[in-house]
C-alpha cells in the first residue's frame, strides 16, 4: 500500500480531512438517547417542568434540612394560628422577621382568635440550629435553611398551623417525601410486574396472550378505588407506618400494572419479527435474552416515558386513600394525610389554609404530565 510523504522524505498516514456532516447525516448516525435528548429540548414546556420535577424530589431528599420543624414539633398554645407574613426589612434596615400573635378567647365557645401583633417581632434566619436530625440516614445536623433565630421563642408559621398547632409548612415539606416515594417505588413495582407480563404476553402471542389479556381487561373492569379499598383494609391495622407505607405501594402497584403491560406487549409485537430478532433467534439465543437483552432496549425510551406519566397517577392514589382515611396513618406524613383534616368543613371555614397540601399535589401532578408528554413525543424521534 503506498504511503504518502511528508517533507524531507518522512513517511506518515494522511491527516484525515475535515468534513461538517450535514444535519441529516448527523440525525442519521446519532444514537437513540440522542435523538431523544434533541426531541426532547424542543418541548420548553416539557424542559422547564423536567427541572420542577427534579426540584421537588430534591425537597423530599432534603427535607428535615429545608423544613423549619420536625414533622413532630407542635405548640398547643397556636391552633389553628393563622399564616405570618415574612417581612425582610424595616426602618432600621435589613432585618428578616415575621410578626408575633395576640389572640382574644370566646368566654363561651373557649375558641381562639389570633391576630398578628405588629408591635411585636420575631427574627428569622438562614441556617439557624434548631431540633436534630439525620441527613439521608447517615450524618446527625441540627441547622434548619430558615426557622427562628431563637428556637426556643415564639414559633414561626409561615402557611400557618393546624389543630395541634404543628407548622403546616414543614409538614407540607416533610410529606413529599413519602408521597414522592410511594410514587417513584410504586411505579417500578408496576415497571416490574409490566415488563415481564406483558413482554411474554407480546412475544408469545397465541393462547398465552389471550389468558393474559383477559387477565388485565378483568382487573381494569373493577373500580379502582373499591379495589384498592378492599385490598388495603386486608391490611392489619397493627402494622407499623413503615409496614403499611410498604403495603399501601404493593397495593397500588398490583392495579398499576396493567397499563404497562400492555403498552409494552404492544411493542414486542412490533419488533418481534423485525430482521435483529430474527438473528438473535438464529443465533442460538434464549427466550429471555431475545426478550430482555435485544427488543426491550429497543422501546426503553418509551417506557421511562410512561412512567413518568405513571408516578402522577400513583401519587393521586395514594393521596385519595389518605384523605378517606383508607391509607397511611399519623403519625406517617404525606400530603394525603395532611388533607385528612380538610375533611372538617367547620375547620377549612375558619383555617382554610389547612387546603395547602393540596397545591402541591396539583403542581407535581402537572409539572409530571408535561414532563410525561414531552418525553413520550421526543421518544419518536422520526415522527417527523
Known amino acids: 500500500m503506498t504511503q504518502p510523504f511528508a517533507p524531507g522524505g518522512a513517511a506518515r498516514l494522511a491527516d484525515p480531512p475535515d468534513v461538517e456532516l450535514s444535519d441529516e447525516t448527523e440525525v442519521a448516525l446519532a444514537s437513540q438517547w440522542k435523538l431523544v435528548w434533541w426531541g426532547f429540548k424542543r418541548h420548553r414546556l416539557a424542559l422547564v417542568c423536567g427541572f420542577l420535577t427534579l426540584l421537588i424530589y430534591l425537597v423530599a431528599l432534603l427535607a428535615p434540612f429545608l423544613a423549619p420543624y420536625s414533622r413532630?414539633?407542635?405548640?398547643?398554645?397556636?391552633?389553628?394560628?393563622?399564616?405570618?407574613?415574612?417581612?425582610?426589612v424595616d426602618e432600621s434596615g435589613w432585618n428578616p422577621h415575621v410578626h408575633g400573635y395576640t389572640f382574644e378567647q370566646d368566654p363561651e365557645t373557649l375558641a381562639l382568635t389570633f391576630t398578628l401583633d405588629e408591635?411585636?417581632?420575631?427574627?428569622?434566619?438562614?441556617f439557624v440550629r434548631g431540633?436534630?436530625?439525620?441527613?439521608?440516614?447517615?450524618?446527625?445536623?441540627?441547622?434548619?435553611?430558615?426557622g427562628p433565630v431563637n428556637h426556643d421563642g415564639p414559633p414561626m408559621y409561615l402557611l400557618g398551623a393546624?389543630?395541634?398547632?404543628?407548622?403546616?409548612?414543614?409538614?407540607?415539606?416533610?410529606?413529599?417525601?413519602?408521597?414522592?416515594?410511594?410514587?417513584?417505588?410504586?411505579?417500578?413495582?408496576?415497571?416490574?410486574l409490566g415488563v415481564v407480563i406483558g413482554g411474554i404476553s407480546g412475544y408469545f402471542g397465541g393462547?398465552?396472550?389471550?389468558?393474559?389479556?383477559r387477565l388485565i381487561e378483568f382487573v381494569i373492569s373493577i373500580p379502582t378505588i373499591p379495589l384498592w379499598m378492599a385490598l388495603f383494609a386486608a391490611v392489619p391495622a397493627s402494622w407499623s407506618p413503615i409496614q403499611r407505607y410498604f403495603a399501601l405501594t404493593v397495593v397500588i402497584s398490583l392495579v398499576g400494572w396493567v397499563g404497562m403491560a400492555r403498552e409494552v406487549r404492544?411493542?414486542?409485537?412490533?419488533?418481534?419479527?423485525?430482521?435483529?430478532?430474527?438473528?438473535a433467534i438464529a443465533d442460538g439465543a434464549s427466550q429471555a435474552r431475545v426478550m430482555f437483552r435485544h427488543m426491550l432496549p429497543s422501546f426503553t425510551s418509551h417506557i421511562i416515558a410512561n412512567l413518568s406519566l405513571s408516578i402522577p397517577t400513583i401519587i393521586l392514589a395514594e393521596t385519595a386513600l389518605s384523605f378517606i382515611g383508607l391509607g397511611l396513618q399519623s403519625p406517617t406524613v404525606s400530603w394525603g394525610v395532611l388533607l385528612q383534616e380538610a375533611q372538617n368543613i367547620r375547620a377549612v371555614s375558619t383555617a382554610p389554609w389547612i387546603l395547602l397540601p393540596g397545591v402541591p399535589v396539583v403542581i407535581t401532578v402537572l409539572a409530571m404530565n408535561f414532563f410525561g408528554d414531552g418525553l413520550r413525543d421526543a421518544a419518536d424521534p422520526y415522527k417527523n
Not at 74 to 85: L, T, V
Not at 131 to 146: A, K, N, P
Not at 162 to 185: E, F, K, Q, Y
Not at 267 to 275: H, L, M, T
Open 119 to 126: 408591635e411585636t417581632e420575631v427574627p428569622v434566619g438562614l
Open 131 to 146: 431540633e436534630e436530625y439525620e441527613i439521608l440516614g447517615l450524618v446527625t445536623w441540627d441547622r434548619h435553611l430558615i
Open 72 to 88: 413532630s414539633y407542635h405548640d398547643s398554645e397556636y391552633p389553628y394560628a393563622p399564616p405570618q407574613r415574612l417581612e425582610l
Open 207 to 213: 393462547k398465552i396472550d389471550s389468558a393474559i389479556q
Open 266 to 279: 404492544g411493542k414486542f409485537f412490533a419488533v418481534r419479527g423485525d430482521d435483529y430478532v430474527t438473528a
Open 162 to 192: 393546624d389543630a395541634s398547632g404543628r407548622d403546616l409548612l414543614s409538614r407540607i415539606i416533610h410529606g413529599t417525601t413519602i408521597s414522592m416515594s410511594i410514587g417513584l417505588v410504586g411505579v417500578l413495582l408496576s415497571l416490574g
